[in-house]
């Protein structure tokens, strides 16, 4: 079955600290991996995907398949970086549903 | 085009009466997913249309729950006979997908609430 744990509902931290978002993942195949983020009153929206191994706001995440993980980092967290953070994946090809993490509350504090 | 639009917002109704909520994708985007969020859930899968046709349900999705996409372009989404159970946020998204998948992209998402 197609499972992902986010195991923090909340994370705090204060503004210029490093911050880590763990997600792990149960899959049988070869998943894709996404962050999905979502700001106060605003919608869900792509944060980044592992296929494209880019830092988006700063933010970076390195699926490693032995520990069927996929955290999501970021060096010095900023106060806008406070929201709803959701670990996804979607099986490659078919069609590309998404099963979602429970999804860890990030507050970064002044 | 603004993104994807979802209507109402907001929605109460009564236990056994029946509700349908409509999902606008990207115009040029041929698929498009709905989903349902609880409190303290991450969304779960709901169903999927390609163009018009309905490919997959989830087995979230009861008999009381039908999903259409009559032209390949706006969706509706009809809960008949609501049920307390059904109080959630309706989330819609939409992608392009020519042979490789592209990202979706959310709706605001309608939010029912069955008293």
């Known amino acids: 079955a197609q499972r992902v744990t986010q195991p923090e509902k909340l994370l705090s931290v204060f503004k210029g600290a490093p911050v880590e978002l763990k997600c792990n993942y149960s899959?049988?195949?070869?998943?894709?991996l996404f962050w999905y983020v979502q700001y106060s009153r605003q919608r869900l929206q792509l944060l980044l995907r592992?296929?494209s191994r880019e830092s988006i706001k700063g933010f970076t995440a390195d699926l490693n398949k032995g520990e069927t993980s996929f955290h999501l980092k970021k060096p010095f967290a900023q106060e806008e970086d406070s929201a709803m953070y959701y670990c996804?994946?979607?099986?490659?090809?078919?069609?590309?549903?998404?099963?979602f993490g429970k999804g860890t509350k990030l507050t970064v504090n002044p | 085009d603004t993104g994807v639009s979802q209507d109402p917002r907001h929605k109460i109704t009564k236990r056994g009466q029946n509700v349908t909520f409509r999902c606008d994708p990207i115009?040029?985007?041929?698929?498009l997913y709905w989903y349902r969020q609880t409190l303290g859930q991450g969304p779960e899968f709901l169903t999927y249309?390609?163009?018009?046709?309905?490919?997959?349900k989830s087995r979230l999705l009861s008999d009381r729950f039908s999903a259409e996409r009559p032209k390949g372009s706006f969706s509706t989404l009809e809960i008949q006979r609501t049920e307390q159970g059904d109080s959630a946020m309706y989330l819609c998204?939409?992608?392009?997908?020519?042979?490789?998948?592209?990202?979706?992209?959310f709706g605001p998402g309608t939010r029912l609430t069955v008293t």
């Open positions: 249309f390609q163009n018009e046709a309905q490919l997959e």
């Open positions: 996804a994946l979607s099986s490659q090809g078919g069609s590309e549903k998404l099963v």
């Open positions: 899959y049988s195949g070869s998943p894709e």
């Open positions: 998204a939409s992608s392009l997908f020519l042979g490789v998948h592209y990202e979706q992209y």
């Open positions: 115009s040029e985007h041929n698929r």
């Open positions: 592992h296929i």
